[in-house]
Structures are given as C-alpha cells and as structure tokens.
C-alpha cells in the first residue's frame, strides 16, 4: 500500500492527506503524547496543543531523554527558494521554543538543494538564505549561543561531507525510488545531503548528540524515512540512531491552497509592508455562508477559515480567546467583515513591530552564520 501512495518533498501539491501519514507510514499522533509534553518540558507551544503538530515518529524517546537530563538536538532547515512568509515561521517558532528549553539548535540553509534541484540563481539563494531566513528568525526571537549552529549546505566542515559519500554506499537506487519516485541525480544528491544534515550531530566531531528531533511539514516525511534507514544501517560503523521527527500541517495560502512563495498574491510574506498584508489578507477566503442571514442562521465554518487559520497558527496566543472567536463565528454572531477587520489589525501589528526588529536584524546576521565563500 505505501509504494501506492508517495509523498513528493519537492513537489508543489496543494493538499495533503494528513492520515496517510498514520495508515501508510505508522506516524503516531502527537495528541497521544501531549500529556507527556506537558509534564516533561512544560506548557506546550501553542502549535502543539492547537493539533497544528498533528504526528511524531518516536518523538516520546525525546521527552523520555529529556526527563533523565540527557543532551538532546534539533535538526531543522529552509530551502531559500523564495521571501520569508507565515509557513516559514511555524518552523522558527518551533526552533525557538527548543532553543528556550536548552535543546542543541542546528539550523540547515539548505543552498545546496535550492541551487540543485529548484535551479535558482546561486548568489540569490545566498542572499535569501542570509537577509531573509537568518534575519527573520533572528528578528523572531532566535538567540545567538553556543548551543546554536547554523550552516549553508556548501559551507561546512569535511566530516558533514563525508557523510554524504558513505550514506551512497547502502542505498539503492530502486530503493530511494521506491521512497520518492522517479529520480533525477539533483534530488539523490539532496535527499543523501538531507540525512547528512539530520544524522551529522551523532558524530563526535559535531558533540555527539544520540537523541535528535526534526520537526518539518508533512510532506517531508520521505526525507526522514530514508534517514531513518540509513541511521539503522550504519548504526555499528558509525553509532548512528534513528532521528525522531514531528510533523506539521501546511500553511493554507489565503485562496485556501497550500501557501507558497510562487503565489505571492495568495501569500503574506514577513517582509510584506503592513499595508500590503491586510489588502491580501481581506480577500482571503473565509468559512462564512453564501448572505448574512445564512450565516447568522446556520453560523460559520471556521474549520474552512484562512482567517481562523491565522489566529490559530500565529495572531492569537491566548487560547480561551481563541475559543470565543470559534463559538462567535459557530454560532452565526460573528460575521465574515468584522472578523477580516479584527485579524487584519492583529496582523498589521505584528507585522510593524517585527519589520522594527527586522531592519536591525539584517545588521546581525553575519554574526550567526558564515555564508559560502562562492
């Protein structure tokens, strides 16, 4: 049944059948493990107790290492195809929570793939890599420590390559088809770079951390079954141990299909002036009837809502206030105009403040990366 049914990490599929992950591929759900959560590492990220974190592979071993004080790691990335925009960010909010909880952060800029496999321009894959993705988690909260190390595929230490090179040597080409589809030499390449970002801090050269988590979108689950492969295979030669992994819903684009940087008229970027952002996101589709007085009658569909979706994923911390905007809008008190209204403020709020940290962010970003010398 899983060869009837692939996941393409790189294609540009609009909607996922998120339960597959379960049948198919045996994700557990992260709902299971929420109790867990809460008792090991605190009060859970909004995006976990809102099921926007909806799955986990062995995501329990984590909190289980955790709880005993043992060194745990995070291992996540951007590809810098395109500007920074709100499905950028569940991923940084993810980062910096871990980074608060003392986790070790390794955050690849995935240069390598962008140039390879999306054939971008190289010095602008670098330049987004740098200004928009290092800026903005920068301008979102990230910290520079020692415990944080972010990295440019093309622009790292010998042993992360070398990595590369010997994962080639147990992997078949009928099995990464079998994984992925069809294959060109670009996407063998960036799957094998993709285990060597995830399984590289098991070595002793990178600190040696067993215990490693990789929260991604769902549609990268590919990448960490393969991984996941590859780590069993070289457990003996090189003490390597199945990554845990947690998975996320997409972000909807404001027409109701997968948000992206290729459709910038159904997207908010970070980078978006205020003003530009709530002009987009007042034509968002929305959950409401066909007249007011349907809705008013029969109530909304926020579950349908991209303006729902944006309190839940980013505009509203406060989950009791969450909980009356969903009853308002289900019960036919709240209508289409005056929700826009209420999360296009939220909204223009957010994005002046940050563009404030922004501007000072991109005078630091050198300070937490080296970009790739050509």
């Known amino acids: 049944m899983a060869q009837e049914f692939r996941i393409d990490p790189w294609g540009t599929a609009l909607r996922l059948e998120y339960e597959k992950l379960f049948e198919v591929f045996g994700v557990r759900p992260f709902a299971e493990i929420l109790p867990r959560v809460r008792e090991v590492l605190g009060e859970p990220l909004h995006l976990m107790r809102r099921g926007v974190v909806f799955g986990h592979r062995d995501f329990d071993k984590i909190l289980d ?74 301008a979102l909260g990230l910290e520079k420590n020692r415990h944080t190390h972010i990295y440019f595929q093309t622009n790292y230490e010998v042993p992360y390559y070398r990595l590369m090179q010997m994962f080639s040597r147990k992997v078949s080409m009928a099995e990464m088809e079998a994984i992925y589809g069809k294959l060109e030499p670009a996407k063998v390449v960036a799957a094998l ?10 070595l002793d050269y990178f600190g040696g951390f067993k215990h490693v988590v990789v929260p991604v979108g769902a549609d990268q689950d590919p990448h960490i ?22 998975y996320h819903r997409f972000q909807s684009g404001l027409d109701g299909n997968k948000m992206s940087s290729s459709r910038p008229e159904h997207t908010i ?11 987009k996101l007042k ?17 909304g569909e ?29 019960g036919g008190r709240l209508l289409c105009g005056e929700d826009k209204q209420y999360a296009a403020e ?22 937490y990366v080296e970009p790739p010398k050509f």
């Open 283 to 299: 034509r968002a589709l929305t959950g409401g009837r066909a007249s007011v007085e349907e809705q008013r009658r029969l109530g």
């Open 269 to 279: 970027f970070l980078t978006d002036p205020p003003e530009e952002a709530v002009r």
């Open 193 to 202: 770079t993709q285990a060597a970002d995830i399984l590289h801090p098991q």
């Open 225 to 246: 079954r393969l991984t996941r492969d590859i780590a069993d295979r070289f457990e003996n030669e090189l003490g390597l141990r199945r990554p845990a992994s947690t």
């Open 65 to 138: 290492a955790y709880a005993r004080g043992e060194r745990v790691a995070l291992v996540t990335g951007f590809m810098p195809s395109g500007r920074f925009h709100f499905g950028h960010k569940m991923v940084a909010d993810q980062i910096i929570y871990y980074q608060k909880l003392g986790f070790e952060v390794f955050i690849v800029i995935a240069d390598a793939e962008a140039y390879a496999v999306r054939r971008l321009d190289r010095r602008k894959v670098i330049e987004l890599g740098l200004y928009e993705y290092v800026a903005n988690l920068i």
């Open 346 to 367: 939220l909204l223009r709020r957010f994005l002046e403040e940050h563009q404030r940290r922004l501007e000072k962010a991109r005078d630091r970003v050198l300070d």
């Open 302 to 330: 926020p579950e349908k809502c991209t303006i729902y979706e944006f309190y839940v994923y980013h505009l509203i911390g406060d989950d009791r206030e969450l909980m009356r905007i969903y009853q308002d809008c289900r």
